[in-house]
């Protein structure tokens, strides 16, 4: 037995839950700011070493992270994407400016290139069409001329541009946002328009992509009643978007950096409610589909500060604060894995809550980064109950949220993986853990912190936070972990 009032862990690796979809680690990569044109592609010609446009030093950073599913082109660029721009020899491809861009598009991605990227990344595709302002014939189209293996005039046009074997599509999203930029509509109209369009979305059977509707806006579960009552059988998820801002408003939302302890408490707290949020998009999805056919798709997620866009669209710096806030995150998600088979965070590259930043040929690593790194092991992993006894609580004014967040599943290497938030941003926190029926002899990961709540990496410092080793020791049959104040811990259990 541990010491009264000693935070205890007990992991119970006998009754194992639900797997954890390794596609709750998905990425999000929208054609806005520097996300694509800079910040992954650079083109044939560009001095920055490349493949085939791709920058090398970021295609090489995102293959450490196991990436497992790229959602592209948008976001509200998608509601105003038109295929056809983006097909064909690169140097005869018309420019445009979409509602949401400001600068113009050159179209130099698109399907082929994008396919290219997700073929280096080893990721599945989550391709979004659409609605906004495209029709029920252009995105028929488009589906018919990604997936379709022989004897359609798109399909030769694919084979012509330099493709000859279809792309595999692993979902594709039929519109966003259609509450907002998507097209203001009204939730049953959707379902009308949804159900048209998927019934022209032509594709091989055996290669069909698993179609996702654009749900609601945060705790809105209007849009996710009635799509999941009105699309049954035709549909696989429900998307769900929402962000954290650490102010109470998006006209403040708050600063990237330079914060006060108010803004990292409710940084946190706000990304806490995501487990309410999921809990009641669940409830409504019970209702409707008690088979649990479809799942809640949170494809948007992350940081959203009023720096946002400085350095180009809805650019922001990303510090130890991120890293939590993902780490938390992650631990809701495992929490609903059952429900949540899949989110991508917004978004990759240079924009929100990235996990790279460029600037021109210079790239760092984030804290939000290196926080999907060391959950990597999660990926697939068989998530396992566990009980917090004795939690600190972490209070600043009339707030509290719990000192410790943890979370543990068993990998596909056979390890239990234990990850650790704490909160408290001035104190470390011993926690005893033990898995039933099992002797633990030791833990061994990482550990990320710093010593400030700001703590980032620039452009001219960018090794200032990055994991270090962590190791423990179990003394008398007892392990017991040190988490060090505003710290995310991933660790391997020895059994
Ligand atoms: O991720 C940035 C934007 O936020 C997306 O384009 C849009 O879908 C959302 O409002």
């Known amino acids: 037995a541990f010491a009264a009032g000693q935070v205890t862990i007990s992991i119970d690796a006998g009754k194992p839950g639900p797997v954890i979809n390794k596609n709750v680690y998905g990425q999000f990569a929208e054609h806005l700011g520097t996300g694509i044109y800079e910040g992954m592609y650079v083109g044939l010609k560009s001095n920055i070493p490349n493949t085939r446009g791709w920058r090398n030093d970021v295609v090489g950073a995102l293959k450490e992270l196991h990436v497992p599913l790229v959602r592209w082109p948008g976001g509200c660029f998608a509601d105003t994407y038109h295929w056809r721009d983006g097909v064909g020899p690169q140097d005869k491809r018309p420019g445009n400016v979409h509602a949401n861009g400001a600068i113009e598009e050159i179209n130099a991605v698109?399907?082929?290139e994008f396919f290219d990227l997700i073929d280096m990344l080893g990721a599945d595709a989550y391709v979004n069409g659409n609605v906004g302002t495209g029709s029920v014939q252009e995105m028929s189209d488009w589906v018919e001329y990604m997936t379709s293996d022989g004897g359609s005039p798109l399909a030769r046009l694919r084979a012509q541009n330099g493709h000859e074997k279809p792309f595999k599509v692993a979902y594709f999203g039929i519109g966003n946002e259609l509450w907002g930029c998507g097209g203001n509509m009204k939730p049953d109209y959707y379902a009308n328009l949804y159900s048209n369009?998927?019934?022209?979305?032509?594709?091989?059977?055996?290669?069909?992509?698993k179609m996702i509707a654009s749900g609601g806006n945060g705790f809105d579960t209007a849009w996710t009643d009635v799509l999941s009552k009105e699309l049954k059988g035709r549909t696989v998820?429900?998307?769900v978007h929402q962000y954290t801002i650490p102010g109470s408003s998006w006209e403040v939302k708050g600063?990237?950096?330079g914060f006060k302890e108010d803004e990292w408490m409710s940084t946190l707290a706000n990304t806490l409610k995501m487990d309410q949020l999921v809990k009641n998009h669940v409830a409504v999805l019970d209702k409707h589909d008690p088979e649990k056919k479809i799942g809640l798709m949170v494809d948007e997620w992350g940081t959203w500060y009023d720096e946002a866009g400085a350095r180009s669209a809805l650019f922001q710096q990303n510090s130890l604060r991120d890293a939590l806030v993902a780490a938390l995150s992650f631990h809701i998600f495992h929490e609903h894995a059952e429900?949540?088979?899949?989110t991508t965070i917004a978004q990759m590259v240079n924009v929100l809550q990235a996990m790279i930043l460029t600037d021109k040929e210079k790239m760092v690593l984030t804290p939000t980064y290196y926080t999907f790194q060391m959950y990597v092991p999660f990926q697939d992993a068989r998530s396992l109950p566990l009980a917090i006894k004795d939690n600190t609580s972490y209070t600043l004014g009339a707030t509290t949220i719990p000192g410790v967040s943890a979370s543990a599943a068993r990998a596909k290497d056979g390890k239990v993986y234990l990850a650790l938030v704490n909160t408290d941003p001035s104190k470390a926190v011993d926690v005893a853990v033990n898995v039933a029926g099992t002797m633990v002899k030791g833990a061994a990961g990482k550990v990320l912190t710093s010593a400030t709540m700001d703590a980032h990496n620039t452009f001219q410092n960018p090794q200032v936070i990055k994991p270090a080793a962590f190791s423990a020791r179990a003394a008398g049959g007892?392990?017991?972990i040190k988490v060090p104040a505003k710290a995310v811990m991933v660790v391997a259990l020895e059994e």
């Open 110 to 112: 698109g399907t082929h």
């Open 197 to 209: 369009y998927e019934n022209f979305l032509r594709a091989p059977e055996k290669s069909r992509p």
């Open 237 to 239: 998820g429900i998307s």
């Open 255 to 257: 600063k990237d950096l």
């Open 339 to 342: 429900r949540v088979p899949m």
């Open 478 to 480: 007892k392990l017991a």
